[in-house]
Each structure stands twice: as C-alpha cells, then as structure tokens.
C-alpha cells in the first residue's frame, strides 16, 4: 500500500510559477493531450503523463522550493549558489554509456532512449541526510527497464552511476578536495531493479531545472539524497561493489546504502524526525520512517541484514 501523506503537510500547490500555470491552462483548454518528444534544449513540457500506482500522495513542495534549495557540490556548497552556478552546465546533446557485465554495451544518445520508454509521473517523498525532506512529482522511467534492454548478465551484482565531469564549468572539480571527482553512486542489482528506482528527466510536468540533475538522475526514494545522482553520463555493470563518492570520503557517516533508517543517527545529528520543507508553519517536524515510508515495497531487500546497525 502506498502512504497518503496527512492534510497537515499538503502545501499549497498555488505556489506553480505564474509562467507554469498559464502554460498548463492553454494546454489543457486546448485538449492536447500530446506527450512533446524529449529534447534536452526545448524545455518539454508534458500533459496528461500516465500517473504511476507507484506515488507516494498528490500534494507536493511548491516547485520554488525544490528547484532552490539544491545541493550540487560540483558547483558550490552554498544551495542558493548552487543552483545559479547550475545553469551554466551544457546539457545537449546528451549521451549515456552503459558497460560491464552486460549483453549490449553501447553509447546511447537520451533522445533515443526516451523514445523507447514510456515516461510517467511519479509523486516520491525525498529525503535528505541533513534531515529535510520533500514531496517531488518527478517524470522519468524505471531503471529497471533500460537495464533490461542492455540484458544484463548474470554476473551483474552492482551498478555504478558516474556523474559529468566538467571542471571548466564545474569549478569544484579544481579546487576542492572533499568529495572525489566525478560525482558517483552505487546500487545492488536488486536495487537498481525494484519498480520504485526512477531515471527522473523531468519534475513538476517539465524538463528537470539544471540545478535538479538535468538531463537524467537517479531516484530511489528510500534512500537518503546523496545517493541520488545527478547528470549521469555513465552507468556500469558490476561484479563487485562500486566505490562511491560520498562513501569514500566518509564511511561512517554516509553508507553504501543509505537507506532512510530513524533507528541508525548520523554521527552528527539524529535522524529521528525531519524538517518537511514548505509545511513548517503546520508541522515543525514530522517522524522520520523506516524507509521513508516504503517498507512494505522494499524491506524483503533488506531481510538478512540487521537494521539497528546497518546504514
Ligand atoms: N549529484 C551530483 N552529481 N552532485 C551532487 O552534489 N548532491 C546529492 C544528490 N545528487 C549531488 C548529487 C545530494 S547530497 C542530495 S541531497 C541531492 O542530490 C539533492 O537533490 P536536489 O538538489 O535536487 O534537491
């Protein structure tokens, strides 16, 4: 069963900018119910995407949030910053690379992918390791499904994600030395092949803002933030288990598989309850979930291992 998320965090979805309104209204006024072919450049707009039973609710963090309080380390460590560096990263044309153990390696332009998945629109709460949280309505596909059209080999275990490297747009890529460049992330094959894992290309009915992980990021809601990567140029196959970014630079804090867990605390700070931004002024904080809230879809994942110690 899917949470239904409580009127005291539903935010008032008036909050759409003026210029998505007024777009929305003439589509919808001209019953066009045209699904706009994907180009990275055109800032598609979609209507009437195929809703997923896979949604968390229908009431979401007013998109001014979302598309503002960004963490992009490639760019700054400043949120604001960040998403204003952002907008300089070219995004087309965009390809991606699929390797390893797989049937069907190849270099795959994004359009052309596109035109073979069906893209839906998927209601996810997101959930931070900094213990803020929101309710996104992403568009995108399940990973799942690419990684079938690669057939995978039985020797598959792990995916690796590697996000762009660009370090003349990307300045953090020069200077600092926290996280390891590029940006990369890691899932188990089963992970990466749950229904829930989302390529997201686009979020509030349009193309994902560049400060969000244009052109394609990874989602998978029952994970903290950080292991949902953005710009992926690159995803391999794996025998073994992928070094990470984040797990790299510090184990203890930022697990190979993050799953959102209020019984394990960051060593920093408790992960107990979490700041739902936009619903502060109705709940300061709501309980933070096992999951964040997608345990019955995805604990059986999870059973041979110990959830009061495992991160
Ligand atoms: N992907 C890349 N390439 N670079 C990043 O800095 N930040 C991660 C994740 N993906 C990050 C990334 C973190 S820490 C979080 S919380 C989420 O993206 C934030 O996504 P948002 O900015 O769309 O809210």
Not at 12 to 37: Q, Y
Not at 148 to 172: D, R
Request: net charge positive; aromatic share 12%.
């Amino acid at each position: 069963m899917i949470n239904k998320i409580p009127n005291s965090e539903i935010t008032d979805s008036k909050a759409f900018k003026d210029r998505r309104r007024i777009i929305k209204a003439i589509l919808a006024a001209t019953g066009s119910s045209i699904v706009p072919a994907f180009a990275a450049s055109d800032n598609a707009r979609w209507q009437n995407l195929p809703k997923s039973n896979l949604s968390t609710g229908i009431m979401t963090t007013p998109s001014e949030i979302v598309e503002n309080y960004t963490n992009y380390y490639e760019f700054s460590f400043n949120k604001k910053e960040a998403t204003k560096l952002a907008q300089s990263l070219p995004i087309d044309p965009w390809s991606l690379q699929i390797s390893g153990e797989v049937e069907k390696p190849g270099t795959f332009i994004l359009e052309d992918i596109l035109r073979q998945q069906t893209l839906e629109e998927r209601i996810y709460r997101f959930r931070c390791v900094e213990a803020w949280s929101m309710v996104i309505p992403w568009v995108g596909f399940s990973l799942g499904d690419l990684l079938k059209k690669v057939n995978p080999l039985s020797t598959a275990k792990f995916i690796k994600f590697t996000s762009i490297y660009q370090p003349e747009i990307m300045a953090n890529q020069n200077t600092n030395t926290v996280l390891e460049w590029p940006y990369t992330e890691g899932l188990r094959i089963d992970e990466a092949m749950h229904p829930l894992t989302l390529l997201a290309v686009g979020m509030y009915g349009e193309t994902l803002p560049k400060q969000n992980g244009a052109p394609l990021r990874l989602i998978v809601p029952w994970k903290y933030g950080f292991k949902n990567i953005k710009a992926i140029v690159k995803i391999e196959l794996l025998k073994k288990p992928p070094t990470t970014s984040w797990n790299t630079f510090a184990r203890n804090e930022y697990g190979f598989y993050a799953n959102v867990n209020p019984l394990v605390k960051h060593p920093r700070w408790s992960q107990n309850s979490e700041r739902l931004l936009g619903s502060e002024f109705f709940t300061p904080r709501r309980k933070t979930e096992l999951f964040n809230g997608y345990g019955e879809q995805v604990a059986a994942l999870y059973k041979d291992m110990d959830l009061r110690h495992f991160f």
